[in-house]
């Protein structure tokens, strides 16, 4: 019999790859893998994932052994698939959209124009609150996937984010590092400046 610990572990992987891996958090979590974390330990309903629709719906429905259920009103709409566009005319380059996309689909660096990696783009949305110039839209790209071309670009929506967490992770370690050694530099500075002075006044005394 397969371990409890397994089961539990499969249920979940089985149920994250079943979202859209938008990661757009309008189920109320922190992005797919939270929100599949909850529908696995029985805290959330499957029926939070707008992007997903009933396909979705079905899917975690059948996966989960619950009832099919409308879409939580109070998590929006399903609309049709669209990706993040910049007027890059007005984009003032305050990279605040690289920050918030999921994915790392935004190239641009700081008081440059930034562009969106259309072909990236989950359109989750993120990107727009934060712009402070308003000139970021979401555009439908007319396209109707089937099943299996679905989870290949879920599959790879959570790949990317997946990437992008270890790349933050690894920015912050490497941070922390720097300010560490920074610290002890400061540190050894002081250190050395006491026993200099110290030293200076022991020549004086004499």
Do not use: F, W
């Amino acid at each position: 019999m397969e371990p409890t610990a397994t089961r539990a572990a499969t249920l979940l992987e089985r149920i994250e790859a079943a979202l859209p891996n938008t990661q757009c958090r309008q189920c109320g979590y922190a992005g797919c893998r939270p929100y599949a974390e909850a529908i696995a330990a029985g805290r959330a309903g499957i029926n939070r994932c707008p992007p997903g629709g009933e396909d979705t719906l079905r899917e975690l429905a059948d996966i989960t052994g619950s009832a099919m259920q409308p879409l939580d009103p109070s998590c929006g709409v399903t609309l049709p698939p669209a990706v993040a566009v910049i007027a890059e005319e007005a984009c003032i380059g305050c990279t605040l959209c690289l920050l918030a996309c999921p994915v790392d689909a935004i190239a641009g660096a700081s008081k440059r124009m930034h562009t969106v990696i259309a072909a990236e783009c989950t359109g989750c949305g993120l990107c727009i609150p934060p712009c402070p110039v308003d000139c970021i839209t979401l555009e439908e790209t007319g396209t109707i996937l089937a099943p299996d071309e679905r989870r290949h670009r879920a599959a790879h929506y959570q790949q990317r984010h997946t990437a992008r967490v270890a790349r933050l992770e690894r920015e912050r370690a490497a941070q922390v590092a720097a300010d560490n050694r920074e610290a002890g530099e400061r540190k050894k500075q002081a250190t050395i400046a006491r026993v200099m002075q110290r030293a200076s006044q022991r020549l004086r005394e004499r």
